[in-house]
């Protein structure tokens, strides 16, 4: 374990809070060296640890997610591993520090209500917080949950099935609402080709439906990353492999999951990047940003 005790290995993606502060988590460092959740001014200043992770048994640990914001500024977010069960938890927090609970723990590698959270949970329109687990659940291969902000009424929505039932394996990304109050998010395998598949789930858990099963080939395959929603409504998205140098794509879908569009597939020679494992930007005047893991002048990655 790290002992940097302001934290280290920030994994999770930063928001900037209603207050102009950026908040986020590191993965490892922090008191006990189990991770923290941190605050820090856009110039740099003023960085302070809000909570340091493994404080008390029971706590949750190695958080890899970033944060989201509720009502009155409360902060929640996901721990992969730690909590009461040993297999991560769900917890809130105030923008000061203060006000930490643990509001779920997820019990055991094959608990059939999912277990080890790595990404970070999205609250809906309706209130609700959403997510997924890496593993657990019926099959064994991830879930996609709810629970209300206070803790209660955590439910299963979905069970990944895998292959096996044409369904993909496990969400490695967080999910996203769409305008019309559809969830919609990516497997990093499973489908009809172990590829990787896109899906759709409405908030009460019916009308699941995987959108696109990618091939793997020039289709692009196994995304990492989650997605985002264009102006026009098209769902917009990356696969780490696949594409015509097998280096990863950058692609576009109809939430029907018509329409299936490669938009660019990265190549890793003369500055274009490859492997892109972030997911994208869809900026203010209406273009798309992102970084790839790799490629460009030194192979050490790129923004496009």
């Known amino acids: ?54 404080s008390t048994t029971g706590d949750g640990e190695t958080p890899f997610a970033g944060l989201v914001q509720g009502i009155g500024g409360v902060l929640y977010g996901t721990t992969s591993i ?10 809130k927090l105030y923008q000061d520090g203060s ?13 059939a209500e999912g277990s080890f959270p790595f990404t970070a949970l999205v609250l809906g329109s309706d209130g609700v917080l959403y997510g997924a687990t890496d593993y657990g659940g019926a099959n064994e291969l991830g879930v996609l949950f709810k ?55 409405g908030t009460g858990g019916t009308g699941y439906s995987v959108l696109y099963y990618f091939g793997g080939g020039t289709n692009g395959g196994e ?28 692609f576009r879908l109809k939430t029907d999951g018509s329409g299936y569009t490669v938009l660019h597939s990265f190549t890793g020679v003369e500055e274009d990047g490859a492997e892109p494992a972030a997911a994208l930007l869809v900026a203010s005047n209406g273009a798309l940003y992102g970084t790839t893991h790799a490629g460009g002048s030194y192979n050490d990655g790129t923004v496009f």
């Not at 908040?23 to 640890?49: I, P």
């Not at 730690?82 to 917890?91: D, K, L, P, Q, Y």
């Not at 995304?223 to 794509?249: E, I, K, N």
């Open 147 to 201: 629970l209300n902000t206070d803790g209660t009424s955590y439910t299963v929505l979905h069970d990944f099935m895998g292959p096996a039932g044409n369904d993909g394996r496990p969400p490695l990304a967080e999910l996203i609402e769409g305008t019309n109050g559809m969830l919609y998010g990516t497997t990093y395998f499973g489908g009809t080709n172990d590829s990787g598949t896109v899906f759709s789930l």
């Open 1 to 54: 374990r790290s002992t940097v005790t302001n934290g280290s290995a920030p994994s999770g993606r930063l928001f900037e809070g209603a207050d102009g502060s950026l908040y986020g988590t590191t993965s490892a460092g922090g008191a006990n060296g189990s991770g923290t959740v941190f605050k820090v001014n856009k110039d740099g200043s003023s960085f302070e640890v809000l909570h340091n992770f493994g």
């Open 82 to 91: 730690g909590g009461s069960g040993r297999a991560g938890t769900v917890f």
């Open 223 to 250: 995304p990492w990353a989650g997605l985002v929603q264009g102006a026009q409504g098209d769902l917009y998205g990356t696969t780490r492999f696949g594409g015509g140098a097998d280096l990863g794509t950058a």
């Open 99 to 111: 006000g930490y609970s643990v509001l779920h723990s997820f019990v055991g590698f094959s608990g």
